[in-house]
T-cell receptor
Framework: AQKITQTQPGMFVQEKEAVTLDCTYD???????LFWYKQPSSGEMIFLIY??????QNATEGRYSLNFQKARKSANLVISASQLGDSAMYFC???????????FGTGTRLQVFP | DAGVIQSPRHEVTEMGQEVTLRCKPI?????LFWYRQTMMRGLELLIY????????DSGMPEDRFSAKMPNASFSTLKIQPSEPRDSAVYFC?????????????FGDGTRLSIL
């Protein structure tokens, strides 16, 4: 069965510091994709970054990077130089080529303080 | 490019009333998804369409829920009759394919409150 686990219900980080949000996944399918979404208090779901199971390099998108450790089945999101606007819920999600459903973790609430 | 557009953004109605949520996917996306988000259950996939055809509706909670996609640019999710336990945020999302390297792009959601 496919599963996404986010063990940090909440995280705090000071502005301009880096923060890592944890995500572990479970699947027996060899081909899968991992995604991170941001949900600010206004409610929308914003796609941030994608990592494919066969990608050799860690994905990066601006201040977001994904620390992909395939053997450990982890796909942690790293936000560098945190900004106040990064305060939001962050969801890790996965879809495999043998399933048609995007599975979400329970989310981590990040709060950035001045 | 315009993203996924949902309406209304908020809906408050009384129990027993019919509720219709609307979605316009990103142009060119062949897949459309309806999700429900609650504190208790997180994000749940209700139904998804491929080329306007419903593919999997196993997540639809009961017969009170129905979804249609009459054309490539419009879908509705209907609840009739509505109940207080239907209160949630309903998201529509679209993608070009349902494979592991294509992100789903979400609309802003409809916050539904059933009194």
């Amino acid at each position: 069965a496919q599963k996404i686990t986010q063990t940090q219900p909440g995280m705090f980080v000071q502005e301009k510091e880096a923060v890592t949000l944890d995500c572990t996944y479970d699947t027996s399918d060899p081909s899968y994709g991992l995604f991170w979404y941001k949900q600010p208090s206004s409610g929308e779901m914003i796609f941030l970054i994608y990592q494919g199971s066969y990608d050799q390099q860690n994905a990066t998108e601006g201040r977001y990077s994904l620390n992909f450790q395939k053997a450990r089945k982890s796909a942690n999101l790293v936000i560098s130089a945190s900004q106040l606007g990064d305060s939001a819920m962050y969801f890790c999600a996965m879809i495999t080529d043998n399933t048609d459903k995007l599975i979400f973790g329970t989310g981590t609430r990040l709060q950035v303080f001045p | 490019d315009a993203g996924v557009i949902q309406s209304p953004r908020h809906e408050v109605t009384e129990m027993g009333q019919e509720v219709t949520l609307r979605c316009k996917p990103i142009s060119g996306h062949d897949y459309l998804f309806w999700y429900r988000q609650t504190m208790m259950r997180g994000l749940e996939l209700l139904i998804y369409f491929n080329n306007n055809v419903p593919i999997d509706d196993s997540g639809m909670p009961e017969d009170r829920f129905s979804a249609k996609m009459p054309n490539a640019s419009f879908s509705t999710l209907k609840i009739q009759p509505s109940e207080p336990r239907d209160s949630a945020v309903y998201f529509c999302a679209s993608s070009s394919r349902v494979v592991s390297n294509q992100p789903q792009h979400f609309g802003d959601g409809t916050r539904l409150s059933i009194l």
